[in-house]
């Protein structure tokens, strides 16, 4: 592989960009970094293109040591073709773990593969957040399925979450409740008043009444069961929706 981007102005581009790039030969050792990427790494240009890959000890978003045969650079050195968007985390002097969103792309010379371009950037921020949300969902759903009542999510026509609660109240087995239709729960007579006050709580009006009495069917779908639903405007995954939590009064009203 030739010494790359000799022209100045091009290691001028590289060095003002705010993303990390570097560029390796096919034998995977470094031949050239900018700016960004040492600010990174936390390391100097100079130990950057001194290093190889052995040096690093990267680990994925689950905390597992990634292989040096699984690193983006042998990825790509092997199979020849792009790895894009992987989240990776880099243990850097005086900061801790920084997380990096990285792609590299295979460089050809005359259809031979030349080297390997990395590029990458500080993902520690947004992984910071995605995993503080998924520990909250993970409470969220203990909580749920300490519930005696059973407790739903609602959106596009489906029963997108539910708890242990609900499900059983139906007769299913949890994971296959959720995702059931509407057209499957509920009674033909009940479908359009429910469907009706369902899209008028995830619109923009004022919301209909919040607690109210109802029938869902059971999965042998014949039986009625008598239900006293509170129902409340929600979102999910950015998107209205409808929480819901349902009580089988079924007893009560025999």
Do not use: C
Not at 115 to 123: E, H, N, P
């Amino acid at each position: 592989m030739p010494t790359p981007l000799e022209p100045a102005f091009l290691r001028n581009a590289f060095d003002a960009l705010n993303e990390g790039v570097m560029l390796f030969a096919i034998d995977r050792t470094p031949r050239y970094a900018n700016a960004a990427a040492a600010r990174l790494l936390g390391r100097s240009v100079e130990s950057l293109l001194q290093s190889s890959l052995g040096d690093w000890q990267p680990v994925d978003t689950t905390g597992r040591p990634i292989p040096e045969s699984e690193r983006p650079v042998a990825r790509v050195a092997v199979a020849r073709l792009p790895v894009r968007d992987l989240v990776i985390g880099v243990e850097v002097q005086h900061h801790g773990q920084r997380w990096l969103r990285v792609n590299a792309e295979p460089l050809f010379d005359g259809g031979e593969l030349s080297g390997v371009v990395v590029s990458f950037t500080d993902a520690t921020e947004a992984h910071r957040v995605l995993a503080a949300l998924q520990s909250q969902e993970t409470i969220n759903e203990q909580l749920m399925g300490a519930l005696g009542d059973g407790v739903f999510v609602a959106q596009d026509f489906r029963f997108v979450h539910a708890n242990a609660a609900l499900a059983a109240m139906l007769g299913y087995e949890h994971p296959a409740f959720v995702g059931q239709s509407f057209d499957r729960v509920l009674p033909v007579e009940n479908h359009g008043p429910l469907t009706e006050r369902y899209l008028s709580r995830i619109g923009s009006g004022s919301e209909p009444v919040r607690k109210y009495e109802t029938q869902l069917l059971h999965a042998d779908g014949r039986t009625r069961v008598e239900i006293e639903l509170v129902a409340t405007r929600t979102t999910h995954g950015g998107r209205p929706a409808v929480l819901g939590v349902a009580r089988d009064i079924t007893d009560s009203k025999r």
